[in-house]
C-alpha cells in the first residue's frame, strides 16, 4: 500500500517508516508530492489533521495520514491546546511559546499537563481516527537541549523525572503521545489491512 503522510519533515518520515516496518507500506511525504501547504487553522487538534488528511486525499488519490498535536496544560485550562505552535502570537518561534509557558505558570499550584496527538487516516473507505496521549507536569524551568517544541519543560508521568528534552529520541518515542498514537495506528493497519471501512 501506498500511504502519504502530512508533512514535510524527514523525521516524521523516518520514525513512521521504522514503526511501519514489515507491513508492506510505501511511505511518501507531502513534500514528494509537490502537495499544497494547508492552514492549521481548525478549533481542534482533529480538525487540523483531517483538514490536512482531506488535501492531501484530495491532491493525491492516495491514502492519507496526518496528524496535529497539543499540549494541554490544567491549571490554564488546557491551553495553549491547539494553538501550542502559535501560543505566543502567529510568529512565534519554540522559545517564545516556552517563555510564555512559564509566565502563565508562575505561581500556579499544580503543574499537571499532557501532550495529545491526533491521526487522521483518509482513503476511499472513509476515515479512521487514532488518539495518543502523554500524562506528565510543567518543569519550572527548562532542562535538556534535545527534543523541540516543549520538550524541554515537559516531564512524562511515565518516565524516570527527565524532561523529553533530556531523552534520546528513541527513549522519548516509546512513551510520547505522537509513538502511542502511531502505534495504535500501526496496530490497526496490520489487522485491517488499511481500510477505513
Given at each position: 500500500?501506498?500511504l502519504?503522510?502530512?508533512t514535510?519533515?524527514?523525521?516524521?518520515?523516518?520514525?513512521?517508516?521504522?514503526?511501519?516496518?514489515?507491513?508492506g507500506?510505501?511511505?511518501?511525504?507531502?513534500?514528494?508530492?509537490?502537495?499544497?501547504?494547508?492552514?492549521?487553522?481548525?478549533?481542534?487538534?482533529?480538525?487540523?489533521?483531517?483538514?490536512?488528511?482531506?488535501?492531501?486525499?484530495?491532491?493525491?488519490?492516495?491514502p492519507?495520514?496526518?496528524?496535529?498535536?497539543g499540549?494541554e496544560?490544567?491549571?490554564?485550562?488546557?491551553?495553549?491546546?491547539?494553538?501550542s505552535?502559535?501560543?505566543?502570537?502567529?510568529?512565534?518561534?519554540?522559545?517564545?511559546?516556552?517563555r510564555?509557558?512559564?509566565?502563565?505558570?508562575?505561581?500556579?499550584?499544580?503543574?499537571?499537563?499532557?501532550f495529545?496527538?491526533?491521526?487522521?487516516?483518509?482513503?476511499?473507505?472513509?476515515?479512521?481516527?487514532?488518539?495518543?496521549?502523554?500524562?506528565?507536569?510543567?518543569?519550572?524551568?527548562?532542562?535538556?537541549?534535545?527534543?523541540?517544541?516543549?520538550?524541554s519543560?515537559?516531564?512524562?508521568?511515565?518516565?524516570?523525572?527527565?524532561?523529553?528534552?533530556?531523552?534520546?529520541?528513541?527513549?522519548?518515542?516509546r512513551?510520547?503521545?505522537?509513538?502511542?498514537?502511531l502505534?495504535?495506528f500501526?496496530?490497526?493497519?496490520?489487522?485491517?489491512?488499511?481500510s477505513?471501512?
Open positions: 500500500m501506498r502519504v503522510l502530512a514535510r519533515n524527514l523525521g516524521k518520515v523516518a520514525e513512521l517508516r521504522a514503526r511501519l516496518a514489515g507491513l507500506v510505501d511511505l511518501v511525504s507531502a513534500a514528494d508530492l509537490d502537495a499544497p501547504a494547508i492552514e492549521e487553522d481548525a478549533d481542534t487538534l482533529r480538525g487540523n489533521a483531517e483538514k490536512k488528511a482531506r488535501s492531501l486525499w484530495a491532491h493525491a488519490g492516495l492519507s495520514l496526518a496528524d496535529d498535536t499540549l496544560v490544567d491549571a490554564l485550562d488546557g491551553a495553549p491546546g491547539v494553538r505552535a502559535r501560543f505566543a502570537g502567529p510568529d512565534a518561534d519554540d522559545e517564545a511559546n516556552r510564555r509557558l512559564l509566565a502563565d505558570l508562575a505561581g500556579a499550584q499544580g503543574r499537571t499537563a499532557r495529545r496527538t491526533v491521526l487522521v487516516y483518509i482513503d476511499e473507505d472513509g476515515t479512521r481516527t487514532f488518539d495518543g496521549v502523554c500524562e506528565g507536569l510543567i518543569a519550572t524551568e527548562e532542562e535538556g537541549t534535545g527534543g523541540f517544541g516543549y520538550d519543560l515537559f516531564r512524562p508521568a511515565d518516565g524516570d523525572g527527565r524532561t523529553f528534552a533530556q531523552m534520546t529520541t528513541a527513549e522519548k518515542n512513551i510520547s503521545h505522537r509513538g502511542r498514537a502505534d495504535a500501526a496496530r490497526w493497519l496490520a489487522e485491517s489491512g488499511g477505513a471501512r
